[in-house]
């Protein structure tokens, strides 16, 4: 069975039936409901187990279930029909039990309608079934009343019998019982608040000796002073008093970096990349040592730092999800809220005193660590982390991701060797319903962007280096791959040269998240996603992907089931939820080494948009992932687009088709705001164009439909040469107001001139 959620046994009151407990009825309740209501009420009731002074709640169901106030208004409203629609039905039987000469069918009328109270239930589904909390006091009727906060849900599976039959003596029912045998629901006052107790009675008591207390140290203070001490101390510059200094206040640690000289702690290769790479010494000062070899900083970085390089050579292959990983890095994610950084670091030192293990980098907005661990002990220091310091954590590698006939005046768009795919997929006619809004925001996260090209120097909106903590984002021959995928969904239209995305009238948000052609670390994208999430972004293109070994596409549907449920696929789905309720559309390429989609954890959120690629005749592309998961298909192959240092080249990839959608998507957006998650890929799902089962990959995005289902302000019937003088128009306004720029930048460089 699939346990979903857990409450506290000191939030809640458990109710009973006959001095036993109704959560030990499961089975006898449970039996009875399959009995008389087959497999309509089978799953209605969650399996309880209570330890630790927790109750764990199971279902059968293995979707992922939701208390009914998370969804929206309207799902509540069917969800709650759902509910009520079962309980008059329980509620009927009841009725007629009552109303029966058999003593039995009362006691079970009185069962029933004690567990089928709809004060004592908390409702939770997953959009289409119901699973019930019960047989606790939960106070739902209570006004103004807020339930205690449930615990996060974990997915595991359990065996359980059907029980004895119910007994045949009178029920005495208890409203609130004394504990019988259940030891963790006993009430037990909080040890705080017993030491408080004390304290207050002892000073009630003996207070004359908290006063003598004070008068000792005032005259402690006094004699602290004298000049014999002042003496005793060792001078204000020895090597002693700087590391007392340092270990007491960690913000004035020296900046000692020295790029001649590895001081770091860090080893030689990875402490070489940093300096090749030219990363800014000052946000690695918590790296230093001292001379004994412990960090400055006691071992817990004082602030948020830049992403320490990998080095692409040292990196090995899981055995189990094939993937590639950094093998002397760890990532922890804390799961409550009420946890710190600061006291698990001090667990993590106390469990892990040496200097080989190190907390390099911390995320306190998400209470998330990147641990530098000995490569031969990353297995066993994951196990001992959950099972001796937090069993409330996440824990997960550092995986290792690859980067995979219209009027306007732009010449390339009447090449069809070129830009055959606005064909395919309908663009002509989707331009004359929207070319999207400025409002409307696409953030692409990839490995750098040329701001300085003509195709994407206008509509720029928060650009942001992941890596170096900064709006500096850059690219070069080596980091060409963000600039051409970049191109596809934002260059701008009708300006004489080169190409056209597919929402040329949409903002872009740069984010850099690498500084290497090597590619992207998991830490590097979770902050990339995290800054478009709070930036406002409205769509975040992921052109990236997991390489995987040939005998990855051995993998079937079936197999790929032991890979579910994985540590760094909660944190995902954590993660995309927060966009999901912001509603943000996340669009993933499907990647390129023919495997299913889903082997990469990231890619199994239900509300992501996940694109394969097909070629110039619209078959399947030899290289692309496929498989359920496979949302839409775009055109991948020969596509051209922009490229740094203003110039433009052809790409191969499912990196090129994702852009082309999160493009479509910011068109669809832009002429309705208020789509969800869920009715986007619906709609490009339902309008795209149908092909060849055997491809086994979604369906090819036609955006003119997509757009009119969207809710589509213009009619492709009208007359053509009043849509063509529309355009027109539309055109001149967007060259005057190009102008207009091109004039004010004139005035100021006059004005500069003028005044030197």
């Known amino acids: 069975?699939?346990?979903?959620?857990?409450?506290?046994?000191?939030?809640?009151?458990?109710?009973?039936?006959?001095?036993?407990?109704?959560?030990?009825?499961?089975?006898?309740?449970?039996?009875?409901?399959?009995?008389?209501?087959?497999?309509?009420?089978?799953?209605?009731?969650?399996?309880?187990?209570?330890?630790?002074?927790?109750?764990?709640?199971?279902?059968?169901?293995?979707?992922?279930?939701?208390?009914v106030t998370e969804f929206s208004k309207a799902e509540q409203e069917q969800i709650l029909n759902i509910y009520w629609e079962k309980i008059n039905t329980i509620k009927a039987l009841s009725s007629s039990f009552q109303n029966s000469n058999s003593d039995e069918k009362k006691r079970w009328a009185n069962l029933l309608d004690d567990v089928f109270n709809s004060n004592n239930n908390i409702v939770f589904s997953d959009g289409e079934n119901i699973v019930l909390l019960w047989g606790w006091k939960f106070n739902a009727s209570e006004e103004n009343y807020v339930p205690p906060p449930i615990i996060s849900p974990i997915n595991e599976t359990e065996?359980?019998?059907?029980?004895?039959?119910?007994?045949?003596?009178?029920?005495?029912?208890?409203?609130?019982?004394?504990?019988?045998?259940?030891?963790?629901?006993?009430?037990?006052?909080?040890?705080?608040?017993?030491?408080?107790?004390?304290?207050?009675?002892?000073?009630?008591?003996?207070?004359?000796?908290?006063?003598?207390?004070?008068?000792?140290?005032?005259?402690?203070?006094?004699?602290?002073?004298?000049?014999n001490d002042i003496e005793n101390l060792p001078p204000a510059d020895t090597e002693e008093t700087k590391k007392t200094i340092y270990d007491n206040n960690p913000e004035n640690q020296p900046n000692n970096w020295d790029p001649d000289n590895n001081n770091t702690g860090l080893p030689e290769e990875e402490f070489n990349q940093i300096i090749e790479n030219n990363l800014p010494p000052e946000l690695y000062e918590n790296l230093l040592v001292d001379e004994n070899g412990e960090p400055y900083s006691d071992f817990l970085p004082n602030k948020e730092q830049v992403h320490i390089p990998f080095n692409p050579d040292n990196l090995i292959e899981d055995e189990n999800t094939h993937q590639m990983v950094v093998p002397d890095r760890i990532n922890i994610y804390l799961k409550n809220k009420k946890d710190k950084i600061e006291d698990f670091a001090i667990k993590f030192k106390e469990e892990f005193p040496s200097s080989t293990y190190q907390i390099i980098y911390r995320d306190d907005k998400?209470?998330?660590?990147?641990?530098?661990?000995?490569?031969?002990?990353?297995?066993?220091?994951?196990?001992k982390i959950k099972n001796n310091l937090n069993k409330n954590v996440l824990i997960w590698d550092e995986t290792i991701f690859q980067g995979g006939g219209f009027s306007f005046n732009d010449p390339d768009l009447t090449d069809k060797n070129r830009n055959y795919y606005f064909e395919n997929i309908n663009m002509s006619d989707a331009w004359k319903i929207t070319t999207g809004k400025k409002?409307?925001?696409?953030?692409?996260?990839?490995?750098?962007?040329?701001?300085?090209?003509?195709?994407?120097?206008?509509?720029?909106?928060?650009?942001?280096?992941?890596?170096?903590?900064?709006?500096?984002?850059?690219?070069?021959?080596?980091?060409?791959?963000?600039?051409?995928?970049?191109?596809?969904?934002?260059?701008?239209?009708?300006?004489?040269?080169?190409?056209?995305?597919?929402?040329?009238?949409?903002?872009?948000?740069?984010?850099q998240?690498?500084?290497?052609?090597?590619?992207?670390?998991?830490?590097?994208?979770?902050?990339?996603?995290?800054?478009?999430?709070?930036?406002?972004?409205?769509?975040?293109?992921?052109?990236?992907?997991?390489?995987?070994?040939?005998?990855a596409k051995q993998v079937t549907d079936e197999q790929l089931n032991q890979f579910l449920g994985s540590d760094d696929e909660l944190f995902w789905n954590e993660l995309f939820q927060i966009a999901n309720d912001s509603n943000i559309t996340i669009v993933f390429c499907a990647g390129n080494c023919e495997v299913l989609v889903g082997l990469d954890a990231m890619k199994r959120y239900d509300n992501i948009i996940t694109v394969s690629a097909v070629d110039n005749n619209n078959e399947r592309a030899v290289f692309t992932n496929y498989g359920k998961r496979s949302t839409i298909s775009a055109p991948g192959v020969d596509i051209w687009s922009c490229k740094p240092g203003g110039d433009f080249t052809m790409m191969d990839g499912t990196s090129m088709s994702a852009p082309i959608i999160s493009g479509v998507v910011g068109l669809m957006k832009s002429e309705n705001p208020n789509l969800t998650n869920k009715e986007i890929i619906e709609i490009l799902e339902s309008t795209g164009k149908d092909l060849n089962p055997n491809f086994n990959i979604g369906p090819l995005v036609q955006v003119d439909k997509a757009l009119k289902a969207c809710g589509g302000s213009v009619d492709l019937s009208n007359d053509s040469e009043t849509d063509n003088r529309l355009i027109e128009i539309n055109n001149e306004l967007d060259n005057l107001e190009k102008r207009e720029k091109e004039l004010e930048k004139e005035k100021i460089e006059l004005l500069k001139e003028k005044n030197n």
């Open 366 to 383: 998400l209470r998330r660590v990147q641990i530098k661990v000995p490569e031969t002990e990353r297995e066993s220091i994951k196990k």
């Open 1 to 67: 069975m699939n346990k979903f959620t857990t409450i506290s046994t000191k939030d809640y009151i458990p109710l009973s039936h006959k001095e036993e407990y109704f959560h030990n009825k499961y089975e006898l309740i449970q039996s009875f409901l399959e009995k008389e209501f087959r497999d309509d009420f089978a799953n209605i009731l969650a399996l309880p187990q209570i330890k630790n002074r927790e109750v764990d709640w199971h279902s059968k169901y293995k979707t992922r279930l939701k208390r």
């Open 159 to 227: 065996d359980h019998t059907i029980a004895e039959p119910i007994e045949e003596d009178n029920p005495v029912p208890i409203i609130r019982p004394d504990p019988i045998d259940d030891d963790p629901i006993v009430p037990k006052i909080p040890w705080y608040i017993l030491f408080w107790k004390w304290i207050k009675k002892f000073f009630r008591r003996f207070w004359w000796i908290l006063l003598l207390l004070l008068i000792l140290w005032f005259l402690l203070n006094l004699d602290g002073c004298s000049c």
């Open 439 to 511: 409002d409307v925001i696409i953030a692409v996260i990839d490995d750098g962007f040329d701001l300085n090209h003509d195709e994407l120097n206008d509509n720029i909106v928060k650009p942001y280096n992941v890596i170096y903590k900064n709006d500096k984002v850059y690219a070069n021959s080596d980091l060409d791959h963000g600039t051409h995928v970049a191109g596809l969904a934002i260059s701008e239209k009708n300006n004489g040269q080169g190409v056209c995305g597919i929402a040329p009238d949409c903002s872009f948000m740069p984010i």
């Open 513 to 551: 998240a690498t500084n290497s052609p090597d590619g992207f670390t998991m830490s590097a994208i979770i902050d990339g996603v995290l800054y478009a999430i709070n930036n406002g972004a409205d769509v975040i293109n992921l052109s990236i992907h997991v390489k995987y070994p040939p005998e």
